[in-house]
Each structure stands twice: as structure tokens, then as C-alpha cells.
């Protein structure tokens, strides 16, 4: 998996390409996040447009980086969700869990 990094401003936008499938690859988009919140104050984006895959090691990632964040006051968001992932979230009942956006513009306008 590789993970891609930007900036929009206060906002941090992670964009993982490919399965998130192992606990190699969750422990590697931990670390991106954490690094992503320390130079956004707290302000996380994860573009989903290129995750072809998710296990449940991936979805124990994104639940984990999520109340990470919730619990010390910071912000953390969806955006891009395809098909799968979509589907995967609502089986799992973690919809709900996560504020989810149809793109970046808008995952990143949501922090104003």
C-alpha cells in the first residue's frame, strides 16, 4: 500500500492506494495519521478513491485513528468512498461512525 500526503491548508488529506489488508498496512496508515495530525492541528482527511480493498484489519484502523482523534478534541473525515468500502462500512454497521464526504473540497470545507 502506498500512502499519499497533502496539504489544504490547516487540513491534512492521507490518500492510501490500494488493499488495506494487512496489519502492516493499518500500523502504516496509523503512522500517517499521526503525522498528519501534528501539522494540521488535528484536522484529518482520508481520501478513500483509491482503496480497492478493506479487511477488518483496515476498518480496526480507521475505528481506532477515529476516537483517537474524537477522544483528544481533534477532527477526523471520509471522503471518496467508492462502492465497496460503502458497502463494507454499512454490513459492519460503522457508517454511521465516520463523517463522510463526496470529495475532498468538501471534506476539507466541512472544518470551516
Known sequence: MRIE???HGAVSVIRPSGALASKGDAAQLDEHAAQAVKVSLGRVVLDATDISYIDSNGLEALVDISDRLSSSGKSF???CVGDTLREVLAVTELSSKFQQ???VQAAVRSFL
Open 101 to 103: 464526504y463526496e470529495n
Open 77 to 79: 473525515r471520509i471522503c
Open 5 to 7: 500526503e497533502s496539504q
